[in-house]
């Protein structure tokens, strides 16, 4: 029914800049909130940040001043641009999105993507 895919990781030295793209697709009505997780292994997974509908913003304090979230109400895409990475920036990151769906209008399901890894090397 619907899909997040998600692009954009790699290796970067620290100091660099990566950006994350990840695209909603299939029978989708609307998307709420919009997020990004990472989880390093051994670690639980964690908020990085978050977006409303509206543009509302909210980040970790680990990324504040260094990473933002945007998105594309018009492409269901949400975006992470991250610079001045640190090597505690590796791991691998997840999209996640509340979507109303055709086949449940009236809920809101959070959907997954694959996961993106991200490398800092120092």
């Known amino acids: 029914q619907v899909q997040l895919v998600e692009s954009g990781g790699g290796l970067v030295q620290a100091g660099g800049s990566l950006r994350l793209s990840c695209a909603a697709s299939?029978?989708?009505?609307?998307?709420?909130?919009m997020a990004w997780y990472r989880q390093a292994p051994e670690n639980q997974r964690e908020l990085v940040a978050s977006?409303?509908?509206?543009?509302?913003?909210n980040y970790a304090d680990s990324v504040k001043g260094r990473f933002t979230i945007s998105r594309d109400n018009a492409k269901n895409t949400v975006y992470l641009q991250m610079n001045s990475m640190k090597p505690e920036d590796t791991a691998v990151y997840y999209c996640?999105?509340?979507?109303?769906?055709?086949?449940?209008?009236?809920?809101?399901?959070?959907?997954w993507g694959q996961g993106t890894q991200v490398t800092v090397s120092s």
């Open positions: 996640n999105a509340e979507i109303r769906t055709s086949s449940n209008r009236f809920r809101l399901y959070a959907y």
């Open positions: 299939g029978s989708i009505v609307s998307i709420a909130a």
């Open positions: 977006i409303t509908s509206s543009g509302s913003t």
